[in-house]
Nanobody, 116 residues
Framework: QVQLVESGGGLVQAGGSLRLSCVAS????????MQWHRQAPGKERELVAG????????KYADSVKGRFTISRDNTKNTVYLQMNSLEAEDTAVYYC?????????WGQGTQVTVSS
């Protein structure tokens, strides 16, 4: 059974930091690229950051460049999102996604709320 379980969300003041984790099971984690997406109330889901299967390539949305860092530990089947200098606009539900060709799996999401 495929599972992606996010954790680490919560309430933080603007300027603060959070580290999200996503633990994967039920598939060969090291073969999948991983992404973090987010969805704010009333808005479409957007890609925040992505990392290749080996971790050698990373990409970020312009809105989070220089503030967020995606990383992964294939020995722990885990992908992380370090979020620094958080802004009220970062408030959203954050989802991790595993993707390989036309196969993708989603987690259930974790809420991040940034108070200004």
């Amino acid at each position: 059974q495929v599972q992606l379980v996010e954790s680490g969300g919560g309430l933080v003041q603007a300027g603060g930091s959070l580290r999200l984790s996503c633990v994967a099971s039920g598939f060969t984690f090291g073969r999948f690229a991983m992404q973090w997406h987010r969805q704010a109330p009333g808005k479409e889901r957007e890609l925040v950051a992505g990392i290749s299967s080996t971790g050698s390539n990373r990409k970020y949305a312009d809105s989070v460049k220089g503030r967020f860092t995606i990383s992964r530990d294939n020995t722990k089947n885990t992908v992380y999102l370090q979020m620094n200098s958080l802004e009220a606009e970062d408030t959203a539900v954050y989802y991790c996604m595993a993707i390989m060709l036309d196969v993708n799996y989603w987690g259930q999401g974790t809420q991040v709320t940034v108070s200004s």
